[in-house]
Each structure stands twice: as C-alpha cells, then as structure tokens.
C-alpha cells in the first residue's frame, strides 16, 4: 500500500526531500510521473510529462502512483521514519502486494 499524508500535516517538507521516488509535492503543486524520475513516454494513458493537477492543496500529499513505501531504497517508509507530528502513514484504501511496490521502484529509477 502507498502512504498518505494526513490532514494533521504541519507543512514542515520534512517528508518531500527524504523520498528517493519523488512522490511527495507541497499542496497545491502539480505533479507528473516523470519528475525526479527516468520515466518517459506514457505510463497507462498519461504522458509522464504531464503535469497533473494536485491530490491536495492544504498540506503535502503523496502520489499513490509514484510511492513504493521506499521498497528497493530503505527498508522503511523515509517521509515516516522524519515526520515530527507522524501523519505519513499507510493508506488502507490502496494495498500493494510488496512485489508491486518494488515493480514500481525500478520502473522509476
């Protein structure tokens, strides 16, 4: 499963430099597949470079889409491991099996 930032979010960024996959952008910031990433072309319908518009304009956000939980990087969640008021935490709507996740981790090295 990604992880999500929750509304308890202080907006510190302490999350956004720790993410080796770039899955995590301050609120109202658009986003694409192809930031901090070596990914091109089209990933299902999207062109990677397209921007996307924000999950949240409040507080940061973590795309589901872009997030391995740091599978293939660390061995646990980094935006978790440095968050001073722990809101980085699994979204149970979105599980992944951990063959998912590090499928993900190559395909954005």
């Known amino acids: 499963m990604a992880i999500i930032i ?31 990433t070596s990914l091109t ?4 319908d999207i062109n990677a470079l397209t ?4 999950i949240s304009y409040d ?3 973590i795309v589901p889409d872009k997030c391995t939980e740091c599978k293939g990087f660390h061995e646990e969640p980094q935006c978790a491991a440095v968050c001073p008021v722990e809101c980085c935490v ?3 709507d979105n599980i992944e099996t951990e063959k998912d996740l590090l499928t993900k981790s190559i395909s954005t090295l």
Do not use: H, R, V
């Open 90 to 92: 699994p979204d149970e």
């Open 41 to 44: 072309g089209k990933i299902g």
């Open 51 to 54: 921007e996307q518009e924000p």
């Open 6 to 36: 929750t509304d308890e979010c202080i907006n510190c960024g302490a999350c956004e430099a720790e993410c080796p996959n770039t899955a995590i952008y301050e609120g109202g910031l658009e986003w694409s597949f192809a930031e901090g």
């Open 59 to 61: 507080f940061y956000y």
